[in-house]
Nanobody, 115 residues
Framework: QVQLVESGGGLVQAGGSLRLSCVAS????????MGWYRQAPGNQRELVAE???????DYADSVKGRFTISRDNAKNTVYLQMNSLKPEDTAVYYC?????????WGQGTLVTVSS
């Protein structure tokens, strides 16, 4: 059974930074593409960034140059470093295993950016 536990969210002022973490279990972590999604109130869940087992990355246009996804395969953990945060980044952030259907989800971690 896949389990995902996100952490690191919080309240931050615009321009600030946060680092999110997601610990995965129940999978062979190193071979899986991992992704970060976010869902703002009233909006659909959207893909923010993804990373392959070997470290190739891709980002939504809205976060390019500000967010960095990384992973530590020895710790079964994927990270999302978020810099230059904007109020529109406010959302619940979730990680997932991109290749599994349905996508497994953790409880998410709330990021609130104040202006």
């Amino acid at each position: 059974q896949v389990q995902l536990v996100e952490s690191g969210g919080g309240l931050v002022q615009a321009g600030g930074s946060l680092r999110l973490s997601c610990v995965a279990s129940g999978i062979i972590f190193s071979i899986n593409v991992m992704g970060w999604y976010r869902q703002a109130p009233g909006n659909q869940r959207e893909l923010v960034a993804e990373i392959t087992g070997r470290g190739a990355t891709d980002y939504a246009d809205s976060v390019k140059g500000r967010f960095t996804i990384s992973r530590d395969n020895a710790k079964n953990t994927v990270y999302l470093q978020m810099n230059s945060l904007k109020p529109e980044d406010t959302a619940v952030y979730y990680c997932t295993v991109m290749g599994l259907r349905p996508n497994p989800w953790g409880q998410g971690t709330l990021v609130t950016v104040s202006s």
